[in-house]
Nanobody, 124 residues
Framework: QLQVVESGGGAVQPGGSLRLSCEAS????????LVWFHQAPGKEREGVSC????????YFTKSVEGRFTISRDNAKNAVYLQMNNLKVEDTGVYYC?????????????????WGPGTQVTVSS
């Protein structure tokens, strides 16, 4: 089973930044596409960004494009989500999952297991 652990969440004011980490165990993340999901309070989990295993192409939802970047660190077997200019609506739990990366990102589904997630709270 492919296991991942998310970290890096926290509480920030609007306009702040956070870098989320997704670390894999038991498999080499470099060979997988990776999707970051966001679950806002009271809402369904939804893809916000992904990075492809083929050529490291990256995709974002319109709501985060230009503010978030996604990248790999193969030496650390990790994928990061750099979140800048955070907005109140970015609040929620963020999860990562090694699943297919495609557009539209918000329609990506994960049929595998989930990590514990990491909480992001954006408020003034």
């Amino acid at each position: 089973q492919l296991q991942v652990v998310e970290s890096g969440g926290g509480a920030v004011q609007p306009g702040g930044s956070l870098r989320l980490s997704c670390e894999a165990s038991g498999f080499t993340l470099e060979y997988y596409s990776l999707v970051w999901f966001h679950q806002a309070p009271g809402k369904e989990r939804e893809g916000v960004s992904c990075i492809s295993s083929k050529d490291d192409s990256t995709y974002f939802t319109k709501s985060v494009e230009g503010r978030f970047t996604i990248s790999r660190d193969n030496a650390k077997n990790a994928v990061y989500l750099q979140m800048n200019n955070l907005k109140v609506e970015d609040t929620g739990v963020y999860y990562c999952a090694p699943t297919h990366c495609r557009q539209p990102v918000e329609e990506i589904q994960n049929f595998g297991s989930w990590g514990p997630g990491t909480q992001v709270t954006v408020s003034s």
